[in-house]
């Protein structure tokens, strides 16, 4: 079985600071991870996703996640935030890169102008 | 394309009653999902359909059914609706990608049950 757990779930940081979101995973065979997003009032958005290709994974809107297996974690960083970066984050798992998700509970962050 | 689309956007229900909530995706994928989002407890999977004609529970199930129309549509009906049920549901389609599913998500559906 596969689970996440989000670490924090708000997290504030102003304008222009590092962004770091926690993820950490259990999984008994080999993870694919993602992290997802989701603006107010929206469905989730694919951020970027782990395949095993590379450790360290580069998504959209300037936000990368490192895959650390010796501390089974899949933090999200921005080096940079912005405004628009304000929403829920989602971390979550799969197994086999099969079909069927796993998701964390979610960080809502927070923009402090 | 539209990618995952859902109907309606938000409703109300009393409860007892019943409603089907519609989803639709046109990238030709073969797997369906419905979840549910509920504040702290991130999205949990409902049913899921893998191709069509077959339909698989998920993590919470009851109270729900859902039905494969086609490979495009998957509906998700609540046949006695209880204000346990009120909820954000969302639909979800995925495609293989380099060996791996990759799920894409619909606008959600809110729903009240009062």
Known sequence: AQSVTQLGSHVSVSEGALVLLRCNYSSSVPPYLFWYVQYPNQGLQLLLKYTSAATLVKGINGFEAEFKKSETSFHLTKPSAHMRDAAEYFCAVSAFGNEKLTFGTGTRLTIIP | ?114
């Open chain 2, 1 to 114: 394309n539209a990618g995952v689309t859902q109907t309606p956007k938000f409703q109300v229900l009393k409860t007892g009653q019943s409603m089907t909530l519609q989803c639709a995706q046109d990238m030709n994928h073969n797997s369906m999902y419905w979840y549910r989002q509920d504040p702290g407890m991130g999205l949990r999977l409902i049913y899921y359909s893998a191709s069509e004609g077959t339909t698989d529970k998920g993590e919470v199930p009851n109270g729900y059914n859902v039905s494969r129309l086609n490979k495009r549509e998957f509906s998700l009906r609540l046949e006695s609706a209880a204000p346990s049920q009120t909820s954000v549901y969302f639909c979800a389609s995925s495609q293989m990608d380099r060996d791996q599913e990759t799920q894409y998500f619909g606008p959600g559906t809110r729903l009240l049950v009062l």
